[in-house]
């Protein structure tokens, strides 16, 4: 089992930044890489960025590329979400997730953190 707590969230002005982190515990040896998505309301999850364990490979949903970035420390068992310029339709809750090494899938989920972006 893998634990997964989101925090971060909050009410922040257009064109604002933020931080989201996601700390890990558990079985986090078996984790290959983390995820960000959010929800908005009524609309679908999306995904919006991805980090392999070692972190060499990222990957963004292209409406965030520039403006996101994902990182992770290992050592603390955390990935970070920074969030930049940040603009009203990135409003969401937003889940961080994890991939068990040989998974397909993200098979562990945070509870999601708030995160509310006024025009």
């Known amino acids: 089992q893998v634990q997964l707590v989101e925090s971060g969230g909050g009410l922040v002005q257009a064109g604002d930044s933020l931080r989201l982190s996601c700390a890990a515990s558990?079985?986090?040896?078996?984790?290959?890489?983390m995820g960000w998505f959010r929800q908005a309301p009524g609309k679908e999850r999306e995904f919006v960025a991805r980090i392999t364990r070692g972190g060499g490979s990222t990957y963004y949903v292209d409406s965030v590329k520039g403006r996101f970035t994902i990182s992770r420390d290992n050592a603390k068992n955390t990935v970070y979400l920074q969030m930049n310029s940040l603009k009203p339709e990135d409003t969401a809750v937003y889940y961080c997730?994890?991939?068990?090494?040989?998974?397909?899938?993200?098979?562990?989920w945070g509870q999601g953190t708030q995160v509310t972006v006024s025009s």
């Open positions: 558990g079985r986090t040896f078996r984790i290959y890489a």
């Open positions: 997730a994890s991939q068990s090494s040989g998974g397909l899938e993200y098979d562990y």
